[in-house]
Nanobody, 115 residues
Framework: QVQLVESGGGLVQAGGSLRLSCAASGTINSDIVMGWYRQAPGKQRELVAMITRSRSTNYAAGVKGRFTISRDNAKNTVYLQMNSLEPEDTADYYC?????????WGQGTQVTVSS
């Protein structure tokens, strides 16, 4: 079992920045992949970014160049630095981990970008 605890959401004006954090605890495999999804009202949950333990990354097209995913393996923590935020980035952001083939979700943190 893996538990994911997120923090860092909030309200920000367009053009601003936020940093999300997600700490994993429990039985962590050495090859755990971690990342972020988001779900806007009335829309499906979508991938934002993922990062492997060796720090290979994958980003959604709409956030490339604005968002940066990183991780601290010693702390089993993944971060999402979000810059140049747009109202379209408003959503609930969920931490995700694939640990040994099993998927786990955080409880979600709300990000609201005002125009």
């Amino acid at each position: 079992q893996v538990q994911l605890v997120e923090s860092g959401g909030g309200l920000v004006q367009a053009g601003g920045s936020l940093r999300l954090s997600c700490a994993a605890s429990g039985t962590i495999n050495s090859d755990i992949v971690m990342g972020w999804y988001r779900q806007a009202p009335g829309k499906q949950r979508e991938l934002v970014a993922m990062i492997t333990r060796s720090r290979s990354t994958n980003y959604a097209a709409g956030v490339k160049g604005r968002f940066t995913i990183s991780r601290d393996n010693a702390k089993n923590t993944v971060y999402l630095q979000m810059n140049s935020l747009e109202p379209e980035d408003t959503a609930d952001y969920y931490c995700y981990a694939n640990n040994g083939g099993y998927g786990y979700w955080g409880q979600g943190t709300q990000v609201t970008v005002s125009s």
